[in-house]
């Protein structure tokens, strides 16, 4: 993995960008490609890059051309088909002269232009500079494993991996929050691309490519966007057993080549749950030898998986490290955490990875594959089976008995919102009458976060007069959207929303790579998505069996125990983090007045009352609203010192690379 950036200049007569300015965009991203770093300029463009050498480590350098070097390329990401792709692209008369499959996109794109992207099979961020036609095209994958951001100033268009980058190669950007991003974040627990949380900066959305020509925005095209089951159209023809052995194929096809397509070692993260013993067994089976695995273990019982992890390590005998983490680790860490997502997030989860990919960097090991995505589209996720069980309610709001559906779900929970019928008929009870609209499923998630802009500051409230997040979400849905499963819209909506803004972003991309390591994700190869997305309902989600064709494939792969577990989400200890009396002194500084005062995100005599209520809770519980809150506040407060107030400090490296035309 790498870090991309570049400057175009978009009037007729911009001067060449800036080499200082280039480098220092590089150097803003050190930590997502440490290895070396390389700059290309022209009269009229320029690309930076930070290079994590992971495929042909000795001829793989970037920014990357043709052979006239005319097309030049800037790439973060694998193409894990490029072998194949090559070959396709010798029989048509092409000649390479690296092993990289950052060449294979170059020559990927003279033959195919934007059909290209569709061909490919991977995970990128990519910029190609035709110097010729004084074109730049950026590109994103189909569900946003990498990131990629843009903006306008003075005449330049700037891209970059990351927001710090932007603001690198172009010291006088305006550095403000946008409140429309922050409204969505305490939303939807993220920003939905384009939408970013900084004024003028925009996130590409994934599974497109955007294309400027001389200095004017051209077009910006979706080359893919997930295709579900219309009737019989689109719709997984065979048997259930069809589709076991189907899916079985395709994710044994998509570790394979995550595992094999690589010129250094390649891990497993083993959290001790269904989608990360699966990977790690399909991982061993094509790479047996010296095979590495890494778990997460918490100091707190309740979130703690360890006999799990175990049971599955004793299982592969694999070479096995663990990190054991506290709440006191999680918030000493947290400051970087944030540094690293560029956002606000209301959860810790990232904390813990954080410090889990720090374990694999420090173990010599550059790549690890993931269980992440498996939730996404095999529908195993609790919101899923709640969303089943209300529109089922709803066919009968008057039943006594449906609502009860709803106690085999939050089970592990301490204080689960199913626990009291009483409780459950009012909080799940609500709005049954819209059962038949988009957003239905997801409307308890997005209304509960939504409660916690009552801590929003009086300005930002008045900024935000007339916008509504999930309107604005929901009239943009596709025109076929209405003919999908109930199912598939909430998986469709669950895509578009958290996985890239957030379990890939903030839990996935960043946490990795703030410790120079790439993540592989199997459940997110091409064709695994496709074969999830053509599956009937039922063969995902049987009754209330959530992954069910998963679970029949998982059969021979891993230990009993895991197959039959209660599903339980990835979670750490979230106000509990901030609230110990050895607390850092940084959490106090930013929950003061001052600090609130200055940010201007937050009320203060709002945010004062909630802090001294979690302060003097004794059982150490707190409610789903106040832990996001809590954390919340306190990553605002972090992206906007960090980010906001402070330039980011960037490093300037040795540039291995400068070509200059």
């Not at 190669?169 to 929050?177: C, D, H, I, V, Y």
């Not at 175990?310 to 680790?329: D, I, N, P, W, Y």
């Not at 996720?381 to 709001?397: H, L």
Request: aromatic content about 10%; glycine content about 8%; charged content about 25%.
């Amino acid at each position: 993995m790498c870090g991309i950036a570049g400057i175009v200049s978009l009037g007729e007569r911009g001067a060449p960008p800036s080499r200082e300015l280039l480098t220092r965009m590089a150097g803003a991203m050190e930590h997502r490609g440490p290895d070396e770093f390389g700059v290309y300029r022209d009269a009229r463009a320029g690309l930076a890059h930070s290079r994590l050498s992971i495929i042909d480590l000795s001829t793989g350098q970037q920014p990357l051309s043709n052979e006239d070097g005319t097309l030049w390329i800037s790439f973060n990401g694998e193409i894990f088909n490029y072998v194949e792709l090559r070959a396709e692209l010798e029989q048509l008369g092409h000649r390479f002269r690296t092993r990289s499959d950052t060449e294979v996109i170059v020559h990927a794109w003279e033959a195919w232009g934007e059909a290209a992207f569709e061909k490919m099979n991977g995970q990128w961020a990519v910029a190609l500079w035709d110097s010729k036609s004084q074109t730049l095209v950026l590109c994103r994958d189909r569900v946003g494993v990498r990131p990629l951001y843009y903006a306008e100033h003075e005449g330049q268009l700037l891209f970059a991996s990351e927001v710090k980058a932007l603001f690198a190669g172009a010291p006088s950007f305006p550095r403000e929050l946008d409140p429309i991003g922050l409204d969505e974040t305490f939303t939807f627990w993220t920003v939905v691309p384009p939408q970013t949380v900084f004024k003028g900066i925009t996130e590409l959305e994934p599974g497109h490519a955007r294309v400027w020509r001389r200095g004017a925005f051209v077009h910006d095209v979706a080359y893919w966007k997930p295709i579900y089951p219309e009737g019989a159209t689109h719709r997984f023809s065979g048997s259930l057993q069809d589709a076991t052995e189907a899916l079985s194929f395709a994710l044994e096809e998509a570790t394979r080549l995550r595992m094999v397509r690589a010129d250094v070692p390649v891990g497993s993260y083993l959290s001790g749950g269904l989608d990360s013993s699966v990977v790690a067994a399909l991982a061993q089976r094509a790479k047996p030898s010296g095979f590495r695995t890494f778990s997460l273990r918490f100091a707190d019982a309740e979130y703690d998986e360890t006999p799990y992890q175990r049971a599955m390590v004793e299982r592969l005998g694999t070479e096995h490290s663990e990190v054991l983490v506290s709440r006191k680790q999680i918030a000493d860490v947290f400051p970087s955490v944030v540094r690293f997502t560029e956002r606000p997030i209301l959860r810790t989860a990232p904390a813990p990875l954080f410090l889990l990919s720090k374990l694999v960097r420090d173990s010599g090991i550059k790549v690890v594959l993931t269980g992440e995505g498996a939730d996404e589209m095999f529908a195993g996720y609790d919101s899923f089976r709640e969303a089943k069980v209300r529109r089922f309610w709803a066919t009968s709001p008057k039943s006594s008995w449906r609502p009860r559906l709803l106690e085999r779900l939050y089970p592990w929970l301490l204080r689960s919102p199913v626990s009291q019928q009483a409780m459950t008929r009012q909080f799940f009870g609500r709005g049954l009458e819209n059962a038949r609209n988009p957003g239905f499923g997801h409307e308890p998630r997005w209304s509960g976060a939504s409660a916690l802009k009552r801590l929003f500051s009086p300005a930002l409230h008045d900024a935000l007069q007339g916008h509504d997040s999930i309107g604005r979400l929901l009239s943009n849905l596709p025109a076929e959207f209405p003919r999908w499963t109930y199912l598939a819209q909430d998986q469709y909506l669950e895509v578009r929303t958290l996985l890239s803004g957030y379990l890939m972003s903030s839990q996935g991309d960043r946490m990795l790579m703030g410790n120079s390591v790439e993540g592989r994700f199997p459940f997110l190869d091409r064709n695994v998505i496709a074969l999830a997305n053509s599956l009937p309902a039922s063969f995902k989600l049987k009754v209330l069996d959530e992954k069910h064709v998963l679970k029949r494939v998982s059969k021979d792969l891993v230990t009993p125990a895991i197959l039959s577990r209660a599903k339980q989400p990835y979670r750490a200890p979230d106000a509990l983090s901030f609230i110990g009396a050895d607390r850092p002194g940084w959490v106090d500084e930013l929950m003061s007045a001052q600090a609130l005062k200055a940010s201007g995100l937050f009320d203060p005599r709002a945010v004062g009352a909630l802090w001294n209520k979690c302060l003097a809770r004794k059982d150490g519980q707190f409610s789903n609203a106040d832990n996001m809150a809590v954390v919340g506040i306190l990553s605002s407060q972090l992206v906007h010192q960090q980010l906001v107030r402070a330039a980011p400090s960037t490093k300037v490296p040795v540039i291995k690379t400068f070509i200059e035309k």
